[in-house]
Structure formats: C-alpha cells, structure tokens
C-alpha cells in the first residue's frame, strides 16, 4: 500500500528564541532529530545588534556544518533575518547553535530567534489503515 500524501515527511520549521551574549561563544539553538536533513539556517534579531565600535559576526550550524557561514551582524536593525542555504545531515540528535564572534566593546546582550527549515528522512512507519483520517468510510 502506497502513503498517503498526510503520512509522507515534509518540511517544517524549528525555532527558539535566544539571548546573545556580549562575548565570543557559542549560543544553544532549537534541538533538531536524528535522521534529519537541514535545509536552510538562520537568526533574527528581536533588537538592534552591535554597535559602530564592535565587530560581531555571526555563523548558524549544528558545530559540525554551518547552514548560515559567519556573516557580519553589528548594527543589523531590529527584525534583520540573516539566513543561509547550506545543507546537512544530521544523524543524531543536535541543536542547530548560533556561534558568535566579538571584539570590541559597547556591544548588548540583544534577543534574536534561531531557526532552520528542516525534514525528517527517517522511514514512515505508519500506512493509511493506522491513521482514522485516512480510513474511507
């Protein structure tokens, strides 16, 4: 019996909402499955990022990819959405991390939203009979 269109994996979003530190590092995103292709990687930021004084960049990935290589973040206006078309597969359970790359001073903590457009390519284990919505009357 072939899968319904409801049953096969299709993409969908992860997301979390962060704080960015003021100093270099690592900041832990959205966890993502095993047996999960990422498709594309990114942040959004919920405030102004950086100041003239600062250089702040900024790579989204799963520490073995990066989805979003380090792009420049200082002085992105709130609501910028920063993303990067990358691949990965990720075979065992990760989190999809922003890692940032400060010097300088005058930097705020500021609020952003990590994300990345996934899909689940492990194998369907259900057919139409399991699921009532598919069942014909």
Avoid: H
């Avoid at 899909?119 to 009357?137: F, K, W």
């Amino acid at each position: 019996m072939s899968l319904s269109t409801s049953l096969k994996s299709k993409a969908y979003m992860v997301e979390k909402t962060v704080t960015m530190g003021i100093a270099s590092g690592t900041v832990v995103g959205p966890v993502v499955s095993a047996g999960t292709v990422v498709l594309s990687a990114g942040i959004e930021f919920n405030a102004a990022a950086g100041s003239a004084g600062t250089s702040y960049t900024v790579a989204v990935g799963d520490g073995t990819t990066a989805n979003l290589a380090a792009v420049t973040a200082q002085a992105k206006a709130a609501g910028t959405v920063l993303g990067g078309v990358t691949p990965s597969f990720v075979s065992a359970a990760d989190t999809i991390d922003a890692v940032q790359a400060i010097s300088g001073s005058g930097l705020a903590a500021v609020e952003a939203r990590i994300w990345a457009v996934v899909v689940d390519v492990n194998p369907n284990t259900l057919s139409a009979n399991e699921v009532d919505r598919d069942t014909l009357a």
